[in-house]
Nanobody, 122 residues
Framework: QVQLVESGGGAVQAGGSLRLSCAAS????????MAWFRQAPGKEREFVAR???????AYADSVKGRFAISRDNVKNEVYLQMNSLKPEDTAVYYC????????????????WGQGTQVTVSS
């Protein structure tokens, strides 16, 4: 069983930055693919970024060049650095872990955090 706890959300003006963190329990964290998803009110949960166990990354087109995902396998944490934030980035951001593989699909992920709110004002 893996528990994921997100932190770092908040309110920021457009153009600003935030860094989200996700702390994971479990001794096999380094073998998991990790990802960030987000869900805005009235919309489906959507893929933001993912990172494989050896550090390979992928991003949604909407955040490419502005967001960066990284992981620390010693601290059992994954991060999402968000720069040049836009009002359309407003959502609840979720951390997710995949025991095998991992993709841009929510169904690929076995464990989810409770989410952290990010609000970007214009």
């Amino acid at each position: 069983q893996v528990q994921l706890v997100e932190s770092g959300g908040g309110a920021v003006q457009a153009g600003g930055s935030l860094r989200l963190s996700c702390a994971a329990s479990g001794r096999t964290f380094s073998s998991y693919a990790m990802a960030w998803f987000r869900q805005a009110p009235g919309k489906e949960r959507e893929f933001v970024a993912r990172i494989g166990w050896f550090g390979n990354t992928a991003y949604a087109d909407s955040v490419k060049g502005r967001f960066a995902i990284s992981r620390d396998n010693v601290k059992n944490e994954v991060y999402l650095q968000m720069n040049s934030l836009k009002p359309e980035d407003t959502a609840v951001y979720y951390c997710a872990a995949a025991v095998r593989g991992g993709s841009s699909l929510t169904s690929s992920y076995d464990y989810w955090g409770q989410g952290t709110q990010v609000t970007v004002s214009s």
